[in-house]
Each structure stands twice: as structure tokens, then as C-alpha cells.
């Protein structure tokens, strides 16, 4: 007996999230892999794809010189970009594509350094094997941008994953829970069954290897005589 069913939790999901988002900044995610409070039960899966931080900068003594440096050279990565079939994506959670639509929307900022400015920004490519293959692909790519004036491209921070529309996935999830509850009930004799809760909740994901995220509902089950 399930206290809520799949169809039930399934109306109930409320985060819309239908794009591409960061794995290593959403709900329930931080450093480094595989959390202690996880469940055992949920999907885990490659990635979709891998993004590298980096910043454009100029240090330029002009001010608006080194805005149209920067502008110069991220316009360059954009059209190098698509032709190597990368992209220049924004966003902190759920990402957005830069294109030369829109790139000069970006902000322009201070730079660490004095008469410094820079524009931060995010190289994406799919992921379809090791992360080291990934990370290889865009150093390429950030190499072969050429400068502009005193303008360069600077990596900062590690390499991250991301996930296309992780939602998509909670009717498998549950159907994965939905089968251990079951087996472990069985285990206890038929005069049993059990009691799943928190599938009405969030989905939540987390890196689980280099190139591999773990996605799971904080659900909870309990084992019980039937009529309890």
C-alpha cells in the first residue's frame, strides 16, 4: 500500500525547470560527489554536459577601450563557438545561451586588478564520455580565441556538469522507489506492505562521479503490518 501515488506526486511538482541547469549549483547540491544524506534509491545517469567559467577581460588604460576589446573578443568566441559546436551560455542555476543577439546585455564589471573590466561567462559543451575529454575540448577552444588589443580569456573555478530538464526524470525515479518499497515489503511476508512519503517533494540532484549525476526524491518508506 503507497501512501501517495506516483500520479499524485507527479501533479504536485511545482518547479517548472524544463531547460539546462548546473549541477554543482541547485537544490541540495555543494562539493565534491555523493552526499550522506542521499537515499539509496534514485537515477544515476552521465551528464548532459560540461561548462568551464571563464572571464574576458582588457586592461586597457581606456575605459571604453576596453569595453569594445572585450565586446571584440566575446563576439569572436561566440562565432568560433558555433562553428566548433560549443556555446557561450550565462546563468548561475538554469542556463541561457549568449548569442550575438544578446552578448553586449551582459554586465561589465571591475576587474581584480586596477583599470581592469570584465565580463564573466560560461563555455559549454556536450558531454558524451570522460569530463578530462571535456575540459580538453574547451582549453582547445579558449586557446584558438584570438586577443583583441589587451584582451584575454582567463578560466576561473573547476569544471562543472549540467542536466537538460531534470523534471523529465521523476516518473522514473518514483517507479524506482516504487519497486524497492515493494521488494522490501515482500521480504517481511504478505500480511505486510508500506508507506512511502515525500514524494510530493522536490526533485534534488547531486554530482555523483566526474561526468555522472545522481538524481533522487528525499522520500522516506516504512514497512508496516497491512491495516496498521
Do not use: C
Amino acid at each position: 500500500m503507497l501512501a501517495v501515488t506516483a500520479g499524485g506526486a507527479i501533479a504536485q511538482d511545482n518547479s517548472n525547470i524544463r531547460g539546462e541547469v548546473r549541477v554543482s549549483a541547485v537544490r541540495g547540491s555543494g562539493d565534491g560527489y555523493f552526499k550522506e544524506s542521499a537515499p539509496v534509491i534514485g537515477l544515476r545517469r552521465l551528464a548532459d554536459g560540461a561548462i568551464q567559467d571563464i572571464l574576458v577581460t582588457s586592461d586597457s588604460r581606456d575605459s571604453e577601450l576596453r569595453r569594445q576589446e572585450i565586446h571584440a573578443m566575446l563576439e569572436a568566441t561566440i562565432r568560433k563557438a558555433d562553428a566548433a559546436g560549443l556555446e557561450l551560455v550565462t546563468g548561475n542555476f538554469e542556463l541561457t545561451k549568449v548569442t550575438l543577439a544578446n552578448y553586449r546585455e551582459l554586465p561589465l564589471r571591475s576587474g581584480r586588478r586596477s583599470d581592469t573590466s570584465e565580463i564573466a561567462v560560461t563555455v559549454k559543451t556536450k558531454l558524451a564520455g570522460p569530463a578530462d575529454s571535456a575540459q580538453s575540448r574547451i582549453d582547445s577552444f579558449i586557446r584558438s580565441v584570438p586577443a583583441t588589443g589587451r584582451s584575454l580569456i582567463e578560466k576561473y573555478g573547476a569544471l562543472q556538469l549540467t542536466i537538460v530538464n531534470p523534471d523529465q526524470y521523476r516518473g522514473q525515479i518514483i517507479k524506482l522507489i516504487a519497486d524497492e518499497s515493494r521488494r522490501a515489503s515482500s521480504a517481511f511476508g504478505a500480511d505486510y506492505g508500506v508507506v512511502v512519503s515525500g514524494l510530493d517533494r522536490h526533485l534534488v540532484w547531486n554530482q555523483a562521479s566526474e561526468n555522472e549525476v545522481f538524481l533522487y526524491i528525499p522520500y522516506g518508506f516504512t514497512v508496516q503490518p497491512k491495516g496498521a
